[in-house]
């Protein structure tokens, strides 16, 4: 008999959620815990095969003034071979527990490659495709078995002499659990976001985050500098067998530019995963193209010159709820035309 409960052990959630590969901090324990303490209600369900555990789902509820929903970030975590057997299970538990909470809709995005396959067989369960992505849909990962010599050559050229060359300068790079250290990376957050013109979450969201995940011994604040100056900072998160590279920030002028603290606090990170026999390093979302127009272009540059190869995983899929789900679809496909206008908006109103 196949039954969907909620777990309360850390252990038997584990079990599952940090054994899939590539493993993603989204549905750890810990980011179930990181979510309460930020003020959200969460499920930790779980689903059996008569007395086997053989998927999860943590599962969250997003309230907004428009569209509230359930949403499963990068989950469920079931094994993509076993969805038509299992997920159609958890799917109704879901859809029974979006009516008693009376949200929208809800959200899945599951770690699945994209094809054809997949898409039809959660289609046929009812799932609608989304309008837009919520999590990175284009992952650049990189395999950190190799040797590090091995890793080092292949590297694009420039980013390996960037890496030898911070070295040479005197670049120094650690990590740390400390409130002092996460600190670091806030002041030069905010400096990074006024520069680069995006609005980021509030800094509740990364405070909280990095008090409850580093607790959880799954987080860590990494910071370069030279001669006592931070030139950049990190939060990365170490799950499973993958490491995340999360959030990042630097200083960027003539003068510390030449110093190439980023690359070297990256490939910092990329030998502790190794060191801690992690498989992945997930440098999170590209842009699918080279174009150097592409708004995305300076990091999917800055992220492929490590190496790596790309992880497409499927959209979104969703499960209507109320009538308004028509309307949310329609805003969230154009999202790039209203997007602009809300954007100015937000940026007005906080001035």
Avoid: C
Avoid at 12 to 19: E, F, K, M, P, V
Avoid at 127 to 150: H, I, P, R
């Amino acid at each position: 008999m196949i039954r969907v409960e909620t777990i309360t052990d850390k252990t038997i959630w584990d079990s599952i959620a940090a054994n899939s590969s590539p493993s993603t901090i989204l549905q750890s324990w810990d980011w179930g815990e990181f979510q309460l303490a930020y003020g959200r209600k969460i499920w930790r369900l779980g689903v059996y095969d008569n007395d086997t555990l053989v998927g999860v789902a943590l599962t969250q509820l997003i309230p907004t003034r428009l569209r509230t929903h359930l949403y499963v970030s990068n989950g469920p975590v079931i094994e993509r071979s076993k969805i038509k057997t299992y997920l159609p299970q958890l799917l109704g538990y879901l859809k029974a527990l979006a009516i008693q909470e009376k949200v929208h809709f809800v959200r899945i995005d599951p770690m699945y490659t994209e094809d054809e396959q997949t898409l039809s067989e959660l289609k046929v369960m009812g799932l609608k495709v989304s309008k837009t992505f919520t999590q990175s849909e284009n992952k650049w990962l990189l395999d950190v078995t190799a040797t590090e010599e091995e890793l080092l050559m292949n590297m694009r050229k420039s980013t390996r002499y960037e890496v030898k060359r911070a070295e040479k300068e005197g670049v120094k790079v650690y990590w740390s659990d400390k409130k002092e250290d996460y600190d670091k990376f806030e002041k030069l957050f905010l400096i990074t976001a006024k520069r680069q013109d995006f609005i980021p979450h509030p800094l509740e969201y990364y405070r909280k985050q990095f008090e409850v995940l580093s607790k959880g011994g799954v987080f860590r604040a990494y910071v370069a500098q030279k001669d006592g100056q931070t030139l950049a900072t990190a939060l990365i998160s170490f799950y499973g067998d993958t490491a995340s590279y999360l959030h990042a920030a630097s200083l960027s002028n003539s003068e510390v530019n030449k110093y190439n603290a980023p690359p070297a606090l990256v490939w910092q990170a990329i030998k502790d995963t190794k060191s801690m026999g992690m498989k992945y390093f997930d440098f999170w979302g590209i842009a699918l193209t080279d174009d150097p127009k592409h708004p995305w272009a300076g990091f999917t540059r800055f992220k492929k010159g490590f190496g790596g190869f790309l992880h497409k995983v499927i959209r979104a899929h969703d499960i209507p709820i109320s009538s308004r789900y028509a309307l949310i679809a329609i805003l969230d496909a154009t999202r790039e035309v209203w997007g602009i206008w809300y954007y100015k908006l937000l940026k007005l109103f906080k001035k």
